[in-house]
């Protein structure tokens, strides 16, 4: 269910908080300290070991799997607008280096995309297969 999915989100994250708070005691800063980060790391590598060590219903893997796959990106999507907002606090050289690294990331997708094996073709889908062997009408 999509609940055990929520229990575990819930779980790690406040974990990561947890830990990023103590991690920001330690060091002397009065912040926590990649506690989300760290949250996400918890979540990614539990997900992955309760697939292989627990056998979970179908639809109990399915709600972990969904929220594993959406926490991610809502963390990334939570730090790029603080970001944004110190960016513009920073002044125009800080925007300047921001635009710069999203312009070089765009840049480099074609390069890294040519890097590797060319990858397999997908295997066709059986309902075309089954389009693909009736006979036609037309002849």
């Known amino acids: 269910m999509i609940v ?3 229990a ?3 779980i790690c994250l406040l974990a990561g908080v947890i830990l990023g708070d103590l991690i920001g005691q330690t060091i002397g800063v009065q912040a926590n300290v990649g506690g989300v ?3 996400m790391l918890l979540l990614v590598v539990v997900a992955s070991k309760s697939n292989k060590r627990i056998q979970l219903g179908a639809l109990t893997g399915q709600g ?3 929220w594993s796959a959406m926490y991610i990106p809502i963390v990334v999507a939570m ?3 603080q970001n944004v907002l110190g960016a513009i606090e920073g002044g125009p050289l ?3 280096a921001g635009i710069a ?3 070089a990331s765009f840049v480099m997708i074609p390069l890294l995309s040519r890097i590797g094996e060319p990858a397999e073709p997908l295997p066709i889908l059986e309902t075309q297969e089954k389009v693909d062997s009736e006979p036609s009408s037309n002849g």
């Open 4 to 6: 055990y999915g929520v």
């Open 8 to 10: 575990l989100l819930g």
């Open 37 to 39: 980060g760290i949250a």
């Open 64 to 66: 972990i799997s969904f």
């Open 79 to 81: 730090a790029a607008k």
């Open 94 to 96: 800080a925007l300047l």
């Open 101 to 103: 690294a999203v312009v």
